[in-house]
């Protein structure tokens, strides 16, 4: 997204998509619970926007977040993402 304003007051806004509020605040009560939050991705930039987004609506501060970029294809390789998140 680009968007220049001469006054810089535009602010972006994000919402929960309608029906997935249920999992995110899911997702937030396991995360106070949790020492570490994984969030893994498909290894491209939409996959890093999705654990950024996930991370502020569940208010899981980024000390705790570890994005890990795991294939979907291969199991060897996700288990690898887990034990070395990127």
Known sequence: ???EIDDRSFEPTYR????????????????KQA???YLATDPDREGEAISWH????AKIPPNKGQAG?????NAGRYRR?????A
Do not use: C, F, W, Y
Not at 54 to 57: H, N, V
């Open 1 to 3: 997204m680009g968007i």
């Open 16 to 31: 929960v998509v309608n029906g997935k509020g249920k999992i995110i605040s899911d997702l937030a009560k396991e995360a």
């Open 35 to 37: 020492n570490t939050v």
């Open 54 to 57: 996930l991370m502020e609506a």
């Open 69 to 73: 970029r795991i294939p979907r294809d």
């Open 81 to 85: 993402g887990v034990r070395q998140p």
